[in-house]
């Protein structure tokens, strides 16, 4: 009868190992499961914002193309209505000055205000020949930024790069927050310039809605924040060459800066501390894979809480010369 016990007990000790092991061996799939299915969601969040980037820059390059033409003509024309213009500004000065003017035209000459109307037309023509300058440029900013990318990467201008995403962004900091430039002499890189401008997009809205928090935290208006030199909300954006062959991007903001617990999670996808419906967690994400997967670079998030935050990116200007690294490292492993 003890035998019976002690082998029944030991049949129930190895049943509840195996069941143990069955229930460890169900957890980890159903861990591996839940890992894949996250993968999933965030190749299809990746997809879903490719694919509505492609259909803005297709929309884009259409209306951007009924735009330039229209404006081509304002602009085109304004230097001829500013000569004909001064030809007739030179007309009524002569007529003036040669023939005494009767009492009717006199009367005239004064409703319409002719001396304010000589005095104000040039200054509307130059403002309209500012305002289609302003719109030639925003035409050319966006067809820049939203341009689709060819299979094959390009030589860009990065500087200018930076320019196009500031002046998409333009309205969310002019006269709130101060753009320090500091550009440094950059050769052509090597890029997809439009996935590089998405790079910038995320990065500068970022610093801005800190920039914008902090404000709002500490309950200060646009003038008492003026009237403050250390309190004033500045964005600084600096590039350099780096060695021989590649080049760095420093987007610095004074915010409220990040704790470091958040700061280790930064670039994880579907994290964000924004309220629901205002960030989705998957710029810094996209951003990390664009610079470190498509372009072979680095970025690195810099924080004080506080004082501020600071991104660094840093690209290859040639993406040759990253392959044959590869190649080569391929070959010796």
């Known amino acids: 009868m003890d035998e019976l016990t002690k082998h029944l007990e030991q049949r129930n000790a190895e049943l509840e190992q195996k069941v143990a092991e069955l229930s460890r061996q169900v957890q980890r799939k159903d861990l591996r499961l839940k890992e894949a299915m996250t993968q999933m969601k965030q190749m299809q969040e990746h997809l879903v914002q490719m694919e509505k980037m492609s259909m803005l820059g297709q929309m884009v390059a259409g209306i951007s193309h009924e735009i330039n ?16 213009i001064e030809a007739l500004l030179k007309v009524i000065d002569v007529y003036q000055s040669a023939y005494q ?19 104000d037309l040039p200054r509307i023509v130059e403002s309209m020949k500012l305002g289609a300058e302003r719109i030639r ?19 860009a201008d990065i500087n200018s790069g930076i320019e196009s995403t500031l002046v998409m962004l333009h309205n969310r900091y002019k006269q709130k927050i101060e753009i320090v430039r500091q550009y440094g002499e950059l050769p052509p890189v090597e890029c997809h310039i439009n996935q590089l ?28 924040i003026a009237a403050g030199a250390s309190n004033k909300k500045q964005i600084a954006i600096a590039t350099q060459l780096v060695g021989a062959d590649r080049i760095s991007i420093s987007i610095s903001d004074n915010g409220l800066g990040i704790n470091p617990e958040v700061k280790t999670r930064v670039f994880e996808p579907f994290f964000t501390t924004k309220p629901i419906g ?13 610079v470190t997967e498509t372009h072979g670079g680095n970025i690195y998030c810099f924080s004080t809480l506080g004082e501020g935050t ?19 490292s391929l070959i010796i492993n």
């Open 137 to 155: 440029e925003l035409v050319l900013n966006l067809r820049n930024f939203y341009r689709l990318d060819e299979c094959q990467m390009k030589e």
């Open 310 to 328: 600071t991104f660094i990116v840093e690209l290859p200007v040639y993406q040759s010369n990253r392959r044959e690294a590869e190649e080569r």
């Open 278 to 290: 205002v960030g989705t967690g998957l710029g810094l994400s996209i951003s990390h894979q664009i």
């Open 197 to 224: 401008s998405q790079v910038f997009m995320n990065l500068l809205s970022n610093a801005i809605d800190a920039l914008l928090a902090k404000e709002a935290k500490n309950g200060q208006s646009d003038e008492e």
């Open 101 to 119: 003017i009767n009492a009717a035209v006199e009367d005239v000459l004064l409703e319409v205000e002719l001396d304010y109307v000589l005095e």
């Open 69 to 84: 033409n229209p404006i081509n003509f304002i602009y085109g024309n304004l230097p001829y209505v500013e000569e004909h």
